[in-house]
């Protein structure tokens, strides 16, 4: 699947953009569900520099995060989903639940998360290696009612009727 690394080559890809003076944005998620919310926040990421990159969660990870009924897509058919959207370069999957390691090894120039965080809630190791990178932490505005969450109860209130 073209634009699928590993950490190690989106590592090198870092360092061949910051050769050109071009910055790699990066974020991460479980984008188990793709929907508007998404792609606005995707679209958004990648106006913030010259490449993305996404993390996406591995299947175990999101089990964990998430609960035993997730993902309700596999890991390579949610990077495929990703990948086919204009404004993603790169997806590396992981199988932590926090990107802590992703992040450290890859060094982004910029790092995304929605607007439902802030730096103070942002994961502590997770930030720290986002210092410990000299990254820039910029928050996108999420699109109002729209989550793969909330997609999910609908579907199956949905079913209930």
Do not use: W
């Not at 910029?110 to 997770?126: F, M, Q, R, S």
């Amino acid at each position: 699947m073209d634009g699928l690394v590993s950490a190690d080559g989106l590592r090198a890809l870092r360092d061949g953009l910051d050769a050109r003076r071009q910055r790699l944005v990066f974020t991460n998620g479980c984008f188990d569900l793709l929907h508007v919310g998404h792609v606005r926040y995707l679209q958004a990421a990648r106006a913030l520099g010259d490449a993305l990159a996404v993390g996406l969660n591995g299947d175990a990870s999101v089990r964990a995060l998430k609960g035993p009924g997730r993902p309700l897509n596999s890991e390579e058919d949610r990077a495929e989903v990703l990948l086919a959207l204009a404004c993603v370069d790169f997806v590396t999957i992981f199988p932590e639940p926090r990107a802590t390691d992703l992040l450290a090894a890859v060094r982004p120039h910029i790092y995304v998360k929605g607007g439902d965080y802030t730096l103070e809630t942002l994961h502590a190791e997770e930030r720290a290696a986002l210092l410990a990178a000299g990254a820039e932490i910029r928050f996108v505005s999420l699109v109002p009612g729209r989550s793969t969450t909330e997609l999910v109860k609908k579907m199956t209130n949905d079913r209930k009727s």
